[in-house]
């Protein structure tokens, strides 16, 4: 209960009630991080303004959690104008408590996450009583009315003293083929200074995503890095993850969400590409981590909505068959064997 | 030479002893004694005396050169550099460098091949060495183009850069990322050098070329007090596994449509121009007279096709 009523207290100094109040709740991160995303939150109204349409998420997607309260989520979707090229924007969080160590690692052996093969196990010393995961995201994606790059911020903890941060300025085009989009939107806006501050501290260490396929989508000055610290988590937050995000995202709101000049056949590429690009890193990775922490039901809620705004903005009029038939595709993938599984298959324990 | 660009010499070490060139001691390496006598590659014997590089690292080349020989066969035509480009120097003789390239033949997929080194004796007394080998293919094929370059600044430290170049973009294409990085288990290989303490992570500070790079590239720094060790039972193993992956996937033809073509050769002039032009344009006159440089970067330039501003 105090928890809650000091939420209010911290979320009353900024204005934020186009979000969805559980999504600026984050009750399960530190003050520090709470801070700094209603801080993001914030930045975003005020540089968008009215651009950004107020949440209108459901109830059951706003808030959703497993039966016995160990895994709890918050999704919010907020639409862009329809003359704004913005066309969405995604936050969620997510809280899952394991009950033992090994469940935990199994957890991170069995997901398609991008940090599966980062989890430091030896370096870093879990707590010996239950083991926790957050995820902290928001991401926004344009309209093919522009080519600038989508945004991406994410955080991932699982230990007071380790923090993964994700975030990037995501190509719309291919860099190889067009230098000239790399020097507007990744030279020009010396945004490369950026992540050196955090690849400068001797705490952090840079993290590759285990997929080939969502490192491939970065950008050249994605920020990658896991910050290892000795309890003074809270100062790394504020007084460099916070302002090395803040930057970021000022460069992103005042770069990238003007009007573009895109010709017919450009278009074409880009929505092909922006597809891509919402299928796999976006949706796939939700997708098929979801059900490992919640009940398939609350997975399959939560991956409909994400398909609607998806799929409606890539093809007017995409009825719900098109999401039984997005379904189905996912279904039909094949499925990568669980290290779980095959280690079983061998006689062996998991852990 | 990709690397010439964005990569700052060291200067606080002494002058490092120069490894001798006596072949006696390279007895264990069979390619080493070979090339002491005749010369059964057919690449430049300048090219392959790579005199300023440490034993493990010289018998490293000659395996990878033997390999590409023994790979390729007659694939590959005979050298054809200039005397005066397959060995180059500045007047102090403080500068050397040996290049080599081999044009594929009509069928091949290969366009050409580049063998280089480069050795650079610092006023601080340290010296800079670079080895590069780097393979380019034809528009009959859209595999990947391989690079590798060793940049040693010091006995104890060394960058190395090793790839199979993506041809098209793999956020539309994962099939390729399928195809040539998932399916070969290239990943392995980066993450073998990855684990090592004595690696880490290098950067290049031109966004350009970090973009041409693949998700499995392998872009380290590496840093040990026996390199020898390292070398011959870590990097060498590694790059050479690499370097047979590109071999056994990268060499057949692959059906191109004419629209993917077109696509394919400009984005191949991009990678060429920005790549090569940025690198070698701005590098070798710092290291030698702008008379060689020239000479040099003609022979580049013509093979690479790019019209000379």
């Not at chain 1, 991406?152 to 085009?173: A, G, T, W």
């Not at chain 1, 997929?211 to 790394?236: F, Q, W």
């Not at chain 2, 990709?2 to 390279?26: E, G, I, N, Q, Y």
């Not at chain 2, 539309?172 to 195809?179: A, G």
Request: with cysteine; hydrophobic share 35%; net charge negative.
């Amino acid at each position: 209960m105090s928890l809650t009523s000091c939420n209010s207290c911290m979320t009353s100094s900024y204005d934020l009630q186009k979000w969805s109040s559980k999504l600026i709740e984050f009750p399960h991160v530190s003050t520090s991080h709470r801070n700094l995303m209603l801080d993001i939150l914030s930045s975003i109204d005020t540089h968008l303004g009215p651009q950004l349409l107020p949440s209108s998420i459901p109830p059951d997607l706003a808030y959703f959690e497993n039966d016995s309260t160990t895994s709890q989520g918050a999704l919010d979707i907020r639409l862009g104008q329809k003359d704004s090229t913005i066309d969405f924007m995604v936050g969620y969080w997510t809280h899952c408590e394991f009950p033992s160590e090994s469940a935990f690692l199994n957890f991170f052996s069995d997901c398609e996450s991008p940090f599966e093969s980062e989890f430091p196990s030896d370096s870093v010393s879990l707590p010996s009583e239950s083991v926790y995961l957050n995820m902290t995201t928001l991401f926004a994606i344009l309209k093919p009315t522009t080519d600038a790059p989508h945004l991406i911020v994410e955080f991932i903890q699982y230990h007071p003293n380790s923090l993964i941060l994700i975030m990037d300025l995501i190509p719309r085009k291919d860099l190889v083929l067009h230098p000239e989009y790399l020097q507007i939107f990744y030279e020009d806006t010396l945004l490369e200074k950026h992540r050196q501050k955090l690849e400068k501290l001797p705490e952090s260490q840079p993290f590759l995503s285990a997929s080939l396929y969502n490192r491939s989508h970065m950008s050249p000055t994605a920020i990658l890095v896991r910050i290892d610290c000795d309890g003074d988590m809270k100062e790394m937050l504020r007084d460099h993850v916070g302002v090395v995000v803040k930057d970021v995202l000022r460069i992103w709101l005042e770069n990238c969400v003007g009007r573009r000049e895109i010709g017919e056949i450009e278009r074409e590429i880009l929505v092909r590409r922006d597809n891509f690009l919402k299928r796999y890193p976006v949706y796939m990775d939700i997708a098929d981590n979801l059900p490992l922490l919640f009940s398939p039901e609350i997975a399959r809620r939560v991956t409909d909505a994400l398909l609607k705004v998806f799929r409606k903005r890539v093809t007017p009029g995409a009825t719900d068959d098109g999401i039984a038939e997005e379904h189905q595709r996912q279904m039909d993938r094949p499925k990568r064997v669980r290290r779980s599984e095959r280690l079983q298959k061998q006689g062996k324990r998991a852990i | 030479m990709v690397s010439l660009f964005h990569h700052a010499p060291h200067f606080p070490l002494p002058t490092p002893p120069s490894p001798p060139r006596t072949r006696s001691r390279l007895r264990t390496s069979i390619s080493c004694s070979m090339t002491s006598s005749s010369n059964p590659l057919k690449w430049r014997s300048k090219l392959l005396e790579f005199p300023h590089l440490s034993t493990s690292h010289r018998n490293l080349m000659l395996d990878l050169f033997s390999s590409i020989d023994t790979h390729l066969g007659s694939q590959l035509l005979p050298s054809s550099i200039a005397p005066n480009v397959a060995s180059f120097e500045n007047e102090t003789r403080t500068s050397q460098g040996s290049l080599d390239i081999r044009l594929g033949q009509d069928e091949s997929t290969i366009d050409f091949m580049v063998g280089c080194w480069l050795h650079c004796q610092l006023p601080s007394g340290s010296s800079l060495d670079i080895t590069t080998l780097f393979a380019f293919l034809k528009s009959t094929t859209d595999a990947p183009h391989l690079l590798l370059e060793f940049i040693q600044s010091s006995p104890n430290s060394l960058i190395l850069y090793m790839d199979l170049l993506p041809r098209k973009d793999l956020v539309l294409h994962p099939d390729y990322l399928q195809t040539f990085y998932q399916n070969t288990l290239i990943e392995n290989q980066r993450q073998k050098l990855d684990k090592l303490p004595e690696t880490q992570p290098y950067l290049s500070s031109n966004l350009y070329l970090r973009g041409i790079l693949s998700p499995t590239s392998i872009s380290v720094s590496i840093n040990c007090e026996n390199m020898e060790e390292m070398v011959r039972d870590h990097v060498g193993d590694v790059v050479k596994e690499m370097l047979r992956i590109w071999l056994e996937s990268c060499g057949g033809k692959r059906e191109i449509g004419e629209m993917e073509r077109e696509i394919l050769v400009r984005r191949d002039d991009l990678l060429k121009r920005n790549a090569v032009e940025m690198d070698i344009s701005a590098n070798l006159p710092r290291l030698f007279s702008p008379e060689v440089a020239e000479r040099v970067k003609d022979a580049i330039q013509k093979v690479f096709r790019i019209e000379s501003k």
